[in-house]
């Protein structure tokens, strides 16, 4: 079992920038892959970026690219969803998960593990 807690969501305004701290904890060993989701009102998640820690592979939305980024701190057993330059579509719940894999085609099935979830509201 794995338990992972997302925190420091928040209200920015746009053009501001955030970071999301996944802790996670338990069986943590069994951690390959950890990835960011969002959703938002009225609409289906969304896959924001994952990283495998075993191969260093990572995936980046199309909508997210050049903007967020994904880092570990394998002392805190953390990873940080880093956003720039926030838009207001970028207000949704953000999810942290766990996976073996990552890449755009683990997207649909991605999420052994999910924490449940941290507000992230970007105001125009």
């Known amino acids: 079992q794995v338990q992972l807690v997302e925190s420091e969501g928040g209200v920015v305004q746009a053009g501001g920038s955030l970071r999301l701290p996944c802790a996670a904890s338990g069986s943590i060993f069994s951690i390959t892959s950890m990835g960011w989701f969002r959703q938002a009102p009225g609409k289906q998640r969304e896959g924001v970026s994952c990283f495998n820690g075993r191969n260093g592979s990572s995936y980046y939305a199309d909508s997210v690219k050049g903007r967020f980024s994904i880092s570990t701190d394998n002392v805190k057993n953390t990873v940080y969803l880093i956003m720039h330059s926030l838009k207001p579509e970028d207000t949704a719940v953000y999810y942290c998960?766990?996976?073996?894999?990552?890449?755009?085609?683990?997207?649909?099935?991605?999420?052994?593990?999910w924490g449940s979830g941290t507000q992230v509201t970007v105001s125009s």
């Open positions: 998960a766990t996976d073996s894999e990552c890449g755009p085609w683990r997207v649909p099935t991605f999420g052994d593990y």
